[in-house]
C-alpha cells in the first residue's frame, strides 16, 4: 500500500496550478512579443522621422518613385529597410546609404545614373545584415558596396552591380577584413555585368576580399552561384587578397581581358566553377596551400590556369584536381624566374585539345597524378601520372563537354590528391570530391571517380549553375531613370482631430492644397483600410468628418498625398491615431 500526506499532495496541486498559471500568462503575452510596426516614407525628412520612432523588428518601406539626393543612416538595429515593390524605388543623385546598426534588412531599391564623387554608393559596419534585390548602375562613386573590417555576417545576395562610370584606381564590391576576427560573409547569386577599361592593374575588380596587408588574416567569406561577364576594368575579376576564402559555382563568360585573381593570402578554395570564352580562368599569383578543384574551363584564349613566379610570396602546395580543360590556352606553371612554385600536384584532370601546347614553363618538380592529356603537351613527358589517349568527350544540347559512354576517364582517378580544408562557418565544402561539378554524386571508392570535372553518366545536364537569367534581382534592371527631385514635405497638409479618437473625427486640410489629393487610413502593417478622400480639383481649405466606429481597436495612420501638376510640387504628410 502506497500513500501520500495531505500536506504533500496540497504542494503538487500547487506546484501544478503555478504551472498552468505560468503557460496561460506566456500565452497572454506572445501577441504583444511579436508585435511590429510598418512605416511608409517617400523622403529623407520622412525616412529620419520613421528611423526614429522604429523600434525591434519594425519595417520603413519606401514608397514608389524616384528621389535624389537622398541619404539614409540606417543607425538602428532589428529592423527592415524596403522598397514597396522590389525595383520600383530608384535613388539618384548622390543617394547613398549608410549601414551602421546590426540585424538590417536592406532591399529593393536601385541606385541609378548617381554621382558621389569619392563616396561609396552603399557602406556598412554593422553586423548581421542582409542586402538583397538592390541594383546599381552608372554611377561615379568610390565604391558600389563596401563591407568594413568590424562587419560580420554580411549577406549580399540577388544584387545587380553594372557599369561604374569613373576608372578611377577603386572596385566594385569590397570585403575588409579584420585582423583578429573572421568576417564570414555570402556574395550568393549576384551579376556583374560590363565594367569598361583596359584590363591593366587599374584596381577596378568587380570584387576584392581583402587588401595586400591582409593578406594573413582570415576572411572566411564565400562567393558563390554568382555571374561575371564583360568586366574589363581590371585584370582581375575576383581579386582575393585575404587567407580562407571559398569561390564556388560562379560562372565567368566573354572576359575578355581579365580572370580569377588569387593575389594575396592562403588557403583559399576555387571549386566547382565555369570559365567560358574569355583570357584565362584562375591566376595564382601568391600564397600557400591553395586549392582549384571540380572546375570546367572552354574557349580561353590566354592561359586556363596561371601559376606565377613571384618573390613576394611564392607559391608552395598548390593543389589542382578533377578539372577539365578544354580547347583552351596552355596551362602556365610558373618555371621561368627564381622562384618557382614549389609542392605542386595535378591530379585527375582532363586536359584535351588545346589551342597550342597543353603546357609551358614546367618547374619539373610537379606530382602528376591520374590525369588525361589529349594534344600537344608542350613539356616533357611526366614518367608517372599522365596517360595520353582520346579521353572521348561529347557535347551536349547546351554545348558543354562530358564524357562518352566508353571513355577510358571512367573509373579511373587514382588517390594521393589533398582533401579540401573546412574551415568553421562555411558549410558544404566537399572535401573528400563527393561529388561532380553539377553536385552529382561521385564514388566514396576514389577509384571508381571519373578523371575531370563531371561523373558519368550524367544525370544532371552540365551547364552553368549561374547565369544571366538566374542572378541579380527579380526584376528589370535596365530601367531608364527621369531625375525628379525629392519633393518638399510640409507638416501642414493635415490636421487630425481629437486624437485618440473613439467615434468621428476631423481632417482639416491646409489652404495651400491644390490639385489632386488623396487620403487613405493605413493599418499597422501598412495596409489600406480606408480611403477617405480623393479627388483631381481639390482646390484648397476643406474640413471633412469622418466616423471610424466600425475599425477595431489599435493604432492607424492618415496618410495624405497632394501634387499640384502645375507647379510641380507634391506634400505630403502621414499622421498616426489611436482608436480607442
Not at 502506497?2 to 503555478?18: A, C, D, G, H, V
Not at 579511373?412 to 573546412?422: C, D, K, M, N, T
Request: aromatic content about 10%; proline content about 4%.
Amino acid at each position: 500500500m502506497f500513500s501520500l500526506s495531505q500536506m504533500f499532495i496540497n504542494q503538487i496541486l500547487m506546484r501544478i496550478s503555478e504551472f498552468f498559471i505560468v503557460i496561460l500568462f506566456s500565452c497572454l503575452l506572445l501577441p504583444m512579443v511579436g508585435k511590429s510596426e510598418v512605416f511608409f516614407v517617400s523622403s529623407g525628412q520622412e525616412f529620419f522621422q520613421a528611423q526614429n520612432a522604429a523600434a525591434t523588428n519594425d519595417s520603413i518601406v519606401w514608397r514608389t518613385g524616384t528621389y535624389s539626393d537622398v541619404r539614409m543612416d540606417i543607425g538602428n538595429d532589428d529592423i527592415t529597410v524596403m522598397a514597396e515593390e522590389l525595383g520600383s524605388v530608384i535613388f539618384t543623385g548622390a543617394s547613398r546609404v549608410n549601414i551602421t546598426g546590426d540585424n538590417i534588412v536592406f532591399q529593393g531599391f536601385q541606385y541609378l545614373n548617381g554621382a558621389l564623387g569619392t563616396l561609396d554608393v552603399i557602406n556598412v559596419t554593422g553586423s548581421q545584415i542582409k542586402i538583397t534585390q538592390i541594383n546599381i548602375r552608372g554611377y561615379t562613386c568610390y565604391k558600389y558596396l563596401r563591407v568594413r573590417e568590424e562587419s560580420q555576417y554580411v549577406e549580399i545576395s540577388y544584387c545587380n552591380f553594372e557599369n561604374r562610370l569613373n576608372l578611377d584606381d577603386q572596385n566594385i564590391l569590397s570585403i575588409l577584413v579584420d585582423e583578429t576576427n573572421p568576417g564570414y560573409h555570402k556574395i550568393q547569386h549576384c551579376s556583374f555585368k560590363n565594367f569598361d577599361g583596359t584590363g591593366n592593374d587599374l584596381g577596378i575588380e568587380p570584387i576584392r576580399i581583402g587588401v595586400s596587408t591582409q593578406a594573413d588574416y582570415v576572411s572566411r567569406s564565400v562567393v558563390e552561384y554568382c555571374y561575371f561577364t564583360q568586366c574589363s576594368g581590371d585584370g582581375e575579376i575576383i581579386s582575393s587578397k585575404a587567407s580562407q576564402n571559398v569561390y564556388r559555382y560562379n560562372t565567368f563568360e566573354n572576359n575578355p581581358l581579365s580572370e580569377l585573381v588569387l593575389r594575396h593570402g592562403s588557403e583559399n578554395v576555387v571549386y566547382g566553377n565555369f570559365f567560358i570564352n574569355g583570357k584565362g580562368g584562375v591566376r595564382v599569383r601568391e600564397g600557400q596551400d591553395h586549392y582549384i578543384y571540380n572546375n570546367y574551363f572552354y574557349e580561353l584564349d590566354d592561359r586556363a590556369i596561371f601559376l606565377q613566379n613571384d618573390d613576394s610570396d611564392p607559391l608552395d602546395n598548390i593543389n589542382i584536381a578533377f578539372n577539365t580543360v578544354i580547347n583552351c590556352a596552355e596551362v602556365i606553371l610558373g618555371g621561368s624566374g627564381d622562384d618557382p612554385p614549389t609542392n605542386v600536384t595535378f591530379s585527375n584532370n582532363l586536359f584535351v585539345n588545346p589551342m597550342g601546347d597543353l603546357f609551358e614553363e614546367a618547374t619539373e618538380t610537379e606530382t602528376w597524378l591520374g590525369n588525361i592529356s589529349f594534344g600537344e603537351l608542350g613539356i616533357p613527358l611526366p614518367s608517372d601520372g599522365m596517360t595520353t589517349i582520346d579521353p572521348v568527350l561529347e557535347i551536349n544540347s547546351e554545348g558543354f563537354y562530358g564524357l562518352a559512354q566508353n571513355s577510358p576517364a571512367i573509373n579511373s582517378a587514382v588517390p594521393g590528391f589533398a582533401i579540401l580544408p573546412e574551415f568553421m562557418n562555411i558549410e558544404n565544402i566537399d572535401s573528400e570530391i563527393l561529388f561532380d561539378l553539377m553536385r552529382q554524386s561521385r564514388p566514396e571508392t576514389i577509384e571508381q571517380k571519373d578523371v575531370g570535372c563531371n561523373e558519368f553518366p550524367h544525370n544532371v545536364t552540365i551547364q552553368p549553375n549561374a547565369t544571366e537569367e538566374n542572378t541579380g534581382p527579380d526584376y528589370d534592371t535596365s530601367t531608364s531613370v527621369s531625375i525628379k527631385n525629392t519633393p518638399p514635405i510640409v507638416n501642414d497638409l493635415i490636421e487630425v482631430n481629437p486624437n485618440p479618437v473613439s467615434n468621428n473625427m476631423t481632417i482639416e486640410f491646409n489652404g495651400k492644397s491644390t490639385g489632386h489629393l488623396k487620403v487613405e487610413i493605413l493599418d499597422s502593417l501598412g495596409r489600406i483600410v480606408d480611403v477617405v478622400y480623393e479627388d483631381n480639383v481639390f482646390q484648397g481649405k476643406m474640413i471633412l468628418s469622418k466616423n471610424i466606429t466600425d475599425l477595431p481597436k489599435g493604432s492607424y495612420t492618415i496618410y495624405a498625398k497632394n501634387y499640384n501638376q502645375q507647379e510641380r510640387l507634391e506634400r505630403i504628410q502621414a499622421v498616426k491615431f489611436i482608436k480607442l
